[in-house]
Every structure is written in structure tokens, then in C-alpha cells.
């Protein structure tokens, strides 16, 4: 199995800044895929971006596309997620998964199969 932490969450203004991270802890050989997806209250879960562990694959959504940037640190097992020219409707919790075998749905919560808890991303206007 694998544990996900994800960390750097906060409230921030309107065109402002954030950077989440995600460590990834257990058998992380097994991963191919990490993904950020976000929630916003009353919402369904929503795909943000996601990145491959094997090659250099990268997949954004196109709410976020020119805005945020994923990144991955193999040697520490974390995938980033920088986001820039935050706007409030960025407002959501904002999950890290990762995906143990390989599948074509990047943007489908239901391909990923361990998740992190979740960390909180504020934008007020």
C-alpha cells in the first residue's frame, strides 16, 4: 500500500500564490500516476492535474491550464503542485491520489486507488 500526506494549504487573495506538496510513503515502486484533484463544498470531486512516475506524462485540467504547474521529486517520493493567479472559485479541499497500475482515465477519481486526506486552499477576492 501507499500513504499520502499532502501539505501547504492556506488562505491566500486573488491572484495570489500557493504550493501543495505530497509525500508518498510505502511502496511507492507501485506507483504510475499522481494525481490533484479538489473539492469545493456541495461539489463533485474534480480532476486538477496528474502527472506520470515513469516518464514525463502530464495531463491538466482546463480550468487550470497556464496557472498551475505539477512537478514530481522521485528521489522524495512528492509531487508538487504549484499554483499561481489563485482565483476564488480555486477554492476547494484539495486531494493528492495515485494511481498502482496503469489505466488510461487520469481524470477519473475512480482510476486512482489510494488518496490522501485532503488539505484546505482558501481564495478570498
Known amino acids: 500500500q501507499v500513504q499520502l500526506v499532502e501539505s501547504g494549504g492556506g488562505s491566500v487573495q486573488a491572484g495570489g500564490s500557493l504550493r501543495l506538496s505530497c509525500a508518498a510513503s510505502?511502496?511507492?515502486?507501485?506507483?504510475?500516476?499522481m494525481g490533484w484533484f479538489r473539492q469545493a463544498p456541495g461539489k463533485e470531486r474534480e480532476f486538477v492535474a496528474a502527472?506520470?512516475?515513469?516518464?514525463?506524462?502530464?495531463v491538466y485540467a482546463d480550468s487550470v491550464k497556464g496557472r498551475f504547474t505539477i512537478s514530481r521529486d522521485n528521489a522524495k517520493n512528492t509531487v508538487y503542485l504549484q499554483m499561481s493567479s489563485l482565483k476564488p472559485e480555486d477554492t476547494a479541499v484539495y486531494y493528492c491520489?495515485?494511481?498502482?497500475?496503469?489505466?488510461?482515465?487520469?481524470?477519473?477519481?475512480?482510476?486512482?486507488?489510494?488518496w490522501g486526506q485532503g488539505t484546505q486552499v482558501t481564495v478570498s477576492s
Open positions: 491520489a495515485t494511481m498502482l497500475s496503469r489505466r488510461a482515465a487520469w481524470g477519473s477519481p475512480g482510476a486512482y486507488d489510494a
Open positions: 510505502g511502496r511507492t515502486s507501485s506507483m504510475y500516476v
Open positions: 502527472i506520470s512516475w515513469r516518464d514525463f506524462s502530464i
